[in-house]
């Protein structure tokens, strides 16, 4: 099968987990014998290119953002388009989403339109929360329900000042009035509209992604539960469950290596207890191996 994996940036020239897990995925895939496209814009340039990094293919398709200082998105999806086309791809696998110059929902609607099946994986809570924490007003536990009006009272007060009890009940106080009055000059400010605009891009994403894609696939049990919660079908909800303790479990007869560094944010949102428990498996049986975590506490 000829399958692209399309993302804003590549592995190694950016080092977040995104780029990591698609340059795994890209061996693993070709490894089982499907020809992968790692497909990227090629930011400020009207020409594409295309390279070899190990086994896989680069394609660093023509990205003009700008035309005499306007957006060209029509431009950007001809380009991403017509390398798809080209490469007779037959699967395109979304990864992250952007600006119109960069990976767009757009882009995934038109990838659909021309018959290639669509595959989105979401990798961030950003994608849901404009803060990234799930936390209202940054201290309590949120749903994950897209709602916009309380979406954008808890992005614009989480961070109001350094007292979290403050800041998540001004949060709070801002939701309840403009809940209260639907049609209250507090949604007309300048301010609030700013806010209120990211929350309902992600209402309009989500409605174009349950129309376009043929998979959405999840790598928790909780990102799958908050995409049926924001209305995803859950006939499309895919789970690929954390393959570490596999990983673990196949690398210990390696008598050569014991020594293992992670480096990564250290925060529950990024699953660092998964890694814990790995490591913890790892110094059971093997007590002589040593794992070093490094990163910086959000």
Same mark, same amino acid.
């Given at each position: 099968?000829?399958?692209?994996?399309?993302?804003?940036?590549?592995?190694?020239?950016?080092?977040?987990?995104?780029?990591?897990?698609?340059?795994?995925?890209?061996?693993?895939?070709?490894?089982?014998?499907?020809?992968?496209?790692?497909?990227?814009?090629?930011?400020?340039?009207?020409?594409?290119?295309?390279?070899?990094?190990?086994?896989?293919?680069?394609?660093?398709?023509?990205?003009?953002?700008?035309?005499?200082?306007?957006?060209?998105?029509?431009?950007?999806?001809?380009?991403?388009?017509?390398?798809?086309?080209?490469?007779?791809?037959?699967?395109?696998?979304?990864?992250?989403?952007?600006?119109?110059?960069?990976?767009?929902?757009?882009?995934?609607?038109?990838?659909?339109?021309?018959?290639?099946?669509?595959?989105?994986?979401?990798?961030?809570?950003?994608?849901?929360?404009?803060?990234?924490?799930?936390?209202?007003?940054?201290?309590?536990?949120?749903?994950?329900?897209?709602?916009?009006?309380?979406?954008?009272?808890?992005?614009?007060?989480?961070?109001?000042?350094?007292?979290?009890?403050?800041?998540?009940?001004?949060?709070?106080?801002?939701?309840?009035?403009?809940?209260?009055?639907?049609?209250?000059? /507090?949604?007309?400010?300048? %301010? $609030?509209? #700013?806010? =209120?605009?990211?929350?309902?891009?992600? +209402?309009?994403?989500?409605?174009?992604?349950?129309?376009?894609?043929?998979?959405?696939?999840?790598?928790?049990?909780?990102?799958?539960?908050?995409?049926?919660?924001?209305?995803?079908?859950?006939?499309?909800?895919?789970?690929?469950?954390?393959?570490?303790?596999?990983?673990?479990?196949?690398?210990?007869?390696?008598?050569?290596?014991?020594?293992?560094?992670?480096?990564?944010?250290?925060?529950?949102?990024?699953?660092?207890?998964?890694? /814990?428990?790995?490591?913890? %498996? $790892?110094? #059971?049986? =093997?007590?002589?191996?040593?794992?070093? +975590?490094?990163?910086?506490?959000?």
């Amino acid at each position: 099968m000829r399958i692209a994996i399309a993302t804003n940036f590549l592995y190694p020239e950016n080092l977040g987990g995104t780029e990591l897990y698609c340059h795994q995925l890209a061996e693993s895939l070709i490894a089982l014998d499907h020809q992968v496209f790692w497909i990227v814009p090629h930011w400020g340039k009207a020409h594409t290119c295309e390279e070899k990094i190990g086994q896989i293919t680069i394609v660093r398709f023509a990205a003009v953002a700008k035309v005499n200082g306007h957006a060209d998105y029509s431009f950007v999806a001809r380009s991403f388009i017509n390398e798809l086309q080209v490469r007779a791809i037959q699967v395109a696998h979304f990864n992250e989403f952007g600006g119109f110059e960069g990976m767009s929902i757009p882009l995934l609607s038109e990838t659909k339109k021309v018959g290639i099946k669509v595959i989105v994986t979401f990798h961030l809570a950003q994608y849901f929360c404009h803060t990234g924490t799930l936390h209202f007003g940054g201290l309590k536990p949120c749903d994950g329900k897209v709602i916009p009006t309380r979406c954008a009272s808890c992005s614009l007060l989480s961070s109001h000042s350094r007292f979290k009890l403050q800041n998540f009940a001004l949060a709070r106080s801002l939701y309840f009035f403009t809940w209260l009055f639907e049609k209250t000059w /507090l949604r007309s400010t300048p %301010l $609030m509209q #700013k806010f =209120l605009s990211h929350p309902q891009k992600i +209402v309009n994403s989500l409605e174009a992604i349950n129309e376009n894609a043929d998979s959405v696939i999840s790598l928790t049990l909780w990102f799958k539960k908050l995409l049926i919660l924001n209305g995803v079908k859950e006939n499309k909800v895919v789970h690929i469950p954390q393959a570490t303790s596999l990983f673990v479990e196949r690398n210990l007869n390696n008598a050569g290596r014991k020594n293992y560094v992670y480096v990564g944010r250290i925060s529950s949102e990024k699953g660092i207890e998964v890694l /814990l428990e790995a490591a913890q %498996l $790892m110094t #059971k049986i =093997l007590p002589e191996t040593v794992v070093d +975590v490094y990163g910086p506490i959000d």
